[in-house]
Nanobody, 124 residues
Framework: QVQLVESGGGLVQAGGSLRLSCAAS????????MGWFRQAPGKEREFVAA????????YYADSVKGRFTISRDNAKNTMSLQMYSLRPEDTAVYLC?????????????????WGQGTQVTVSS
């Protein structure tokens, strides 16, 4: 079993930046691909970014490409999402997710482990 805890959310003005973190515990982090998803009120959960176990390959939604960067530190069992040039439409609860596969996925249903989420609010 993997427990995931997000942190780093908050309120920021448009054009600002935030760094989200996800800490994993409960078992070894070895072999788990990770992802970030977000969910705004009244909307479905959407893919944001994902990273393979090794960190060698990353994936981004078109809406965040060039503005967000996903990374991980396997020695510390952590994953991060650096967000720049934030927009009001980025406002959502951001959730980290893990799957016991080497390769990442952009599909939420392929991740069995989820954190509780951290709120990101971008004001215009």
């Amino acid at each position: 079993q993997v427990q995931l805890v997000e942190s780093g959310g908050g309120l920021v003005q448009a054009g600002g930046s935030l760094r989200l973190s996800c800490a994993a515990s409960g078992r070894t982090f070895v072999g788990y691909a990770m992802g970030w998803f977000r969910q705004a009120p009244g909307k479905e959960r959407e893919f944001v970014a994902a990273i393979t176990w090794s960190g060698s390959t990353t994936y981004y939604a078109d809406s965040v490409k060039g503005r967000f960067t996903i990374s991980r530190d396997n020695a510390k069992n952590t994953m991060s999402l650096q967000m720049y040039s934030l927009r009001p439409e980025d406002t959502a609860v951001y959730l980290c997710a893990a799957r016991p596969q080497l390769f990442a996925s952009t599909e939420a249903h392929e991740y069995p482990y989820w954190g509780q989420g951290t709120q990101v609010t971008v004001s215009s």
